[in-house]
């Protein structure tokens, strides 16, 4: 069974970078794609990065390429997402999520277990 525990998340200001991990106690880990997925206050929750079981495939959404950047560790069952250059509009619950199959995911669909959610708040 998948559990997913995030850190990392809290007030940054504008410009400024924060690292989130997500540990996988369970047991797919290393053959599951891992994501990140974020939802803002009144909106949907949306696809952020996603990377493949063996970490040789990333993807990331077009509103954070070239700022955040998705990585994997096998041997400590962590995932992570580095965010650069933090703007208001990256405010929102970050979550973690383990893919139903090995390669990047983008949709919720393809979600097979959800982290509870790290608050990440970036103040202009």
């Known amino acids: 069974q998948v559990q997913l525990v995030e850190s990392g998340g809290g007030l940054v200001q504008a410009g400024g970078s924060l690292r989130l991990s997500c540990v996988d106690s369970?047991?797919?880990?290393?053959?599951?794609?891992m994501g990140w997925f974020r939802q803002a206050p009144g909106k949907e929750r949306a696809f952020v990065a996603a990377?493949?079981?063996?970490?040789?495939?990333?993807d990331h959404a077009d509103s954070v390429k070239g700022r955040f950047s998705i990585s994997r560790d096998t041997a400590k069952n962590t995932v992570y997402l580095q965010m650069n250059s933090l703007q208001p509009e990256d405010t929102a619950v970050y979550y973690c999520?383990?893919?139903?199959?090995?390669?990047?995911?983008?949709?919720?669909?393809?979600?097979?277990?959800w982290g509870q959610g790290t608050q990440v708040t970036v103040s202009s």
């Open positions: 999520a383990a893919g139903r199959h090995r390669s990047p995911f983008t949709q919720i669909s393809e979600v097979a277990s």
């Open positions: 369970g047991r797919t880990f290393s053959t599951s794609a």
């Open positions: 990377v493949s079981w063996a970490g040789g495939t990333r």
